[in-house]
C-alpha cells in the first residue's frame, strides 16, 4: 500500500547540484588534458606507444561512462515527463484541481529540499500515500469520518424501498436529542410515503422505561421494529448501522475494546452484500415487537446462551 514503506527517490542528477555540477566536464577535461600531454612528451619507444594507447583506452572507458549515465538521465527524463503528461491528462477534465495538486507539490518539495530534520524527508511519501489511500477509498465508494456526516447522513431522506437499521439502549439519550429527534421525524415521513422501515434493537438486558417508550414511538408509527437479547446472538451480528435501498451504509467501526471511533458511509457492493446479509441474520435471532408485553416475554425466557461473548453495552455507541 502507498505511503506506508514507500520513500522518495532523489532524481539521478540530484548530485549535480551546486559546486557539483562541474564535476563530470572537469573529470572530462582532466582525461583530455592527460591524454594531450602524454602524447607530446611521448617517445617512439615502444613503452612510450604502450602508454598512450593505456591511456586511450583510459579516455575511452570514461567517455563510455559518461554516454552511459547521459542516456540514463534522458531515460528518467522521460520518465518524469510522461507522468506529468499523465497527471495533466487526469486533470483535463477537472481543472480546478490543478491548484490543489500544485500546492501539494510545492510543499513536498519544499519540505525535501530545506527542511533541517532529515527525519521529515520519509514522511512526505507517508503523508501523500495516506492521501492517496483515503482517495482510493473514495473511489470505491467508501469514507470514514470522525462522528456523524450531517450531510451524508440526510441522504437516506432519498430512500425509493427501505430502511433498515439496528440500535440499542445505548443509543436512547442520542434519539432524545435533536439529531435524533431530527432522524426520527425522517423515519415518519418515509413511512408515509411507503418505504418500509425496519430497526433491531439490540438489548443487553430489560430496557429501562425511556428506552421502552423509544421502542413503542417507533412501533406506533409503523416502523417494524425487532429485539434482539445481545447475549443470544454472535458478536459480529452487533454492529450499528442504517442502510438505504440496500445500496448505502451507514455503519460504527469499534475499536479492539468495541468502542466506535469511526463512521463508515458506503456505497460499495460489497459492503453493502456483506451488511445486507448480516442485517437479515440478525432478524432470524430477533423477536418481533408487537406491545409492551414483547419485553415481558423476552427476557423472562431462560435457557442456553448461543453466543459465547456477550457485548459490553458500554461499548454500543449511537447509530441514527
Given amino acids: 500500500m502507498p505511503g506506508r514503506s514507500q520513500h522518495l527517490r532523489a532524481p539521478f542528477l540530484r548530485r549535480y547540484v551546486g559546486a557539483s555540477r562541474y564535476a563530470a566536464p572537469l573529470s572530462v577535461g582532466i582525461t583530455v588534458a592527460t591524454t594531450l600531454i602524454v602524447f607530446f612528451v611521448t617517445t617512439d619507444s615502444l613503452s612510450g606507444v604502450k602508454l598512450l594507447v593505456t591511456i586511450c583506452i583510459g579516455l575511452l572507458g570514461a567517455a563510455l561512462c559518461l554516454q552511459l549515465e547521459m542516456l540514463v538521465a534522458l531515460a528518467e527524463r522521460k520518465q518524469s515527463q510522461d507522468g506529468q503528461r499523465s497527471l495533466l491528462e487526469s486533470l483535463d477534465e477537472f481543472p480546478e484541481l490543478i491548484p490543489l495538486f500544485t500546492r501539494l507539490a510545492r510543499a513536498a518539495t519544499i519540505t525535501l529540499r530545506e527542511t533541517k530534520v532529515e527525519e521529515f524527508r520519509p514522511r512526505v511519501a507517508t503523508v501523500l500515500g495516506d492521501s492517496y489511500v483515503s482517495l482510493q477509498e473514495l473511489a470505491e465508494g467508501r469514507v470514514r469520518i470522525n462522528g456523524i456526516g450531517t450531510a451524508l447522513h440526510a441522504r437516506f431522506g432519498k430512500a425509493t424501498a427501505s430502511l433498515q437499521g439496528t440500535t440499542d439502549e445505548g443509543d436512547t439519550v442520542w434519539w432524545q436529542r435533536q439529531s435524533g429527534r431530527e432522524f426520527f421525524d425522517l423515519n415518519r415521513q418515509l413511512v408515509a410515503r411507503g418505504i418500509d422501515v425496519e430497526r433491531v434493537w439490540l438489548l443487553s438486558g430489560a430496557p429501562d422505561e425511556a428506552t421502552r417508550n423509544l421502542i413503542n414511538d417507533h412501533f406506533r408509527e409503523n416502523i417494524d421494529v425487532y429485539l434482539v437479547r445481545t447475549d443470544r446472538v454472535p458478536a ?16 460504527d467501526i469499534p475499536n479492539k475494546r468495541g468502542v ?33 408485553a414483547t419485553f415481558d416475554g423476552l427476557f423472562s425466557i431462560t435457557g442456553p446462551v448461543e453466543a459465547a461473548h456477550a457485548p459490553d453495552p458500554a461499548a454500543l455507541q449511537t447509530n441514527g
Fill in 236 to 251: 459480529e451480528l452487533l454492529v450499528n448501522m442504517t442502510m438505504m435501498d440496500e445500496i448505502f451504509l451507514y455503519e
Fill in 260 to 292: 466506535a471511533v469511526e463512521v463508515l458511509y458506503t456505497e460499495n457492493e460489497i459492503d453493502c452484500m456483506r451488511a445486507v446479509a448480516r442485517f437479515a441474520e440478525l432478524k432470524a435471532y430477533a423477536t418481533r415487537y408487537e406491545s409492551p
